[in-house]
């Protein structure tokens, strides 16, 4: 199989016969195989009928999940990949504000040897207020934290090839994060504009509270990405930090006390000192567990702390 084409889909009903219109006139062009994989999330409509007569019309390309309850679109788009097998995988909406005719264009774009490729609405047909100018403020926040510069995270047409999704679980809102999780393992990853539309039926799932929930995960992203394999940097460098104010707030206290007879515990500076210490000592206390829970997670897994992107004359699951 060399593509597959993952769609979450809740309350889509009105949505998917234009849906697997646009998806046949687009797919059927491709040289390659290719399968759909649609997880249906907890729908209350028809979603789950039509996807069932999809699948049973052209048991060839079309596969769905029909997950139990509404787990979100993130656990969807996992539901999905678990069960897709190409070497390509596309991310996509079912709402058609995505265009299946960008397909070929990022798929060219992968050829040209980038592992990621995806998608920016430059037009965006969302409601501004609500959407629109706290995804940019959430984009450029992102960047600057992650040090991965993208102009459109929230895009979920993406193209990936699949070893850059490998190793990694998505949680909470996690699936924009993946271009950061695939830089932190090499990947090369380009931007391409795609069309976006308005939404023609239905209506949206989200308002402005997601917006808040990313910039939650994006704490956890960073975390994982950067010190997940070194805790003690981090919890040890924030320690070492405060116990450092804590000793410079000390001898500042201690010098005025032998010069100008002020006294020590007198000053809101020695109750400062001392907090600073007993948190400081705690930070670090938390890294050296940290780095035991480290240790469990890569061993028992038996997750290695690298990634391998090609091998000579080696089998290839050695
Ligand atoms: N979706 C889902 N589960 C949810 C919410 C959304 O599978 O709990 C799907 C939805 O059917 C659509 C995609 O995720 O295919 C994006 O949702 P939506 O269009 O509401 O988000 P927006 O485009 O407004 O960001
Ligand atoms: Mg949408």
């Known amino acids: 199989m060399n593509l597959s084409l993952v769609i979450p889909v809740f309350n889509e009903q009105d949505n998917l016969p234009l849906l697997f219109d646009a998806l046949y006139k687009t797919m059927n062009t491709l ?36 997950l139990r309850r509404n787990y979100g679109q993130t656990a969807a788009i996992a539901a999905g990949l678990d069960h897709a097998k190409g070497e390509i995988i596309v991310l996509m909406d079912a709402d058609l504000q995505n265009d299946p005719s960008d397909i070929p264009m990022m798929l060219a774009k992968l050829d040209e040897g980038y592992d990621l490729v995806s998608g920016l609405r430059k037009q965006r047909k969302d409601n501004a207020v609500t959407r629109n100018f706290p995804s940019m403020i959430a984009n450029w926040v992102i960047s600057r934290v992650t040090g991965v510069h993208l102009h459109d995270y929230g895009c ?87 116990m450092i104010i804590s000793a410079a707030l000390m001898l500042y206290l201690l010098v005025r006390r032998s010069l100008f007879l002020i006294s020590v515990t007198g000053s809101p500076l020695f109750q400062t000192s001392v907090m600073f210490f007993i948190l400081g000592f705690q930070s670090m206390l938390m890294g050296l567990i940290a780095e035991l829970l480290v240790r469990t997670y890569h061993e028992s897994q038996r997750k290695p702390t690298y990634t391998v992107r090609a091998k000579f004359n080696l089998n290839t699951n050695e």
């Open 156 to 242: 979920t047409l993406k193209a990936y090839r699949r070893e850059v999704l490998e190793g990694f679980r998505l949680y909470g809102e996690m699936h924009r994060f993946i271009p950061v999780y695939a830089a932190s393992v090499g990947a090369n990853i380009a931007e391409v504009v795609v069309s976006h539309h308005p939404r023609k039926f239905g209506k949206t799932k989200y308002g402005l509270e997601r917006t808040a929930k990313v910039i939650l995960d994006l704490f956890t992203v960073k975390f994982l990405v950067s010190y997940s394999a070194k805790p003690i940097y981090i919890f040890g460098g924030t320690g070492g930090l405060l």
């Open 31 to 66: 040289k390659d195989s290719w399968e759909l994989i649609l997880v249906d999330d907890g729908s209350r409509d028809k979603t789950k009928l039509i996807l069932q007569e999809y699948a049973e019309k052209d048991p060839q390309h079309v596969r769905a999940v029909i």
